[in-house]
């Protein structure tokens, strides 16, 4: 069956950075556009961070220029450059397929305090 698994969540103090990684299994991500998205604290809906296609890459307005998605194919994976973190980006991220997505894994917490 399919699975994702994050990993590279942790504790940071603000402007800090982390890189998260997701690794598909089940699932060839070649075929498919792969995106990130967080549920914050207190709310039940995931919202969405960022999408990477074959080439393409598009982010939500909040990244502001700080986040940078990319993929490994060969490797099943793709990843989440996250700098300049601040205590608002605080949460669990996940990742998944764009469109029809699959079970959820389990996540990985980002906590963004001093």
């Known amino acids: 069956q399919v699975q994702f698994v994050e990993s590279g969540g942790g504790l940071v103090q603000p402007g800090g950075s982390l890189r998260l990684s997701c690794e598909a299994s089940?699932?060839?991500?070649?075929?498919?556009?792969m995106a990130w998205y967080r549920q914050l604290p207190g709310k039940q809906q995931r919202e969405f961070v960022a999408?990477?296609?074959?080439?393409?890459?598009h982010y939500a307005d909040f990244v502001k220029d700080r986040f940078t998605i990319s993929r490994d194919n060969d490797k099943n994976a793709i990843f989440l450059e996250m700098n300049s973190l601040e205590p608002e980006d605080t949460g669990v991220y996940f990742c998944?397929?764009?469109?029809?997505?699959?079970?959820w894994g389990q996540g990985t917490q980002v906590t963004v305090s001093s």
């Open positions: 998944n397929t764009e469109t029809n997505p699959r079970p």
């Open positions: 999408r990477v296609g074959a080439v393409a890459k």
């Open positions: 089940g699932i060839s991500i070649i075929a498919f556009t």
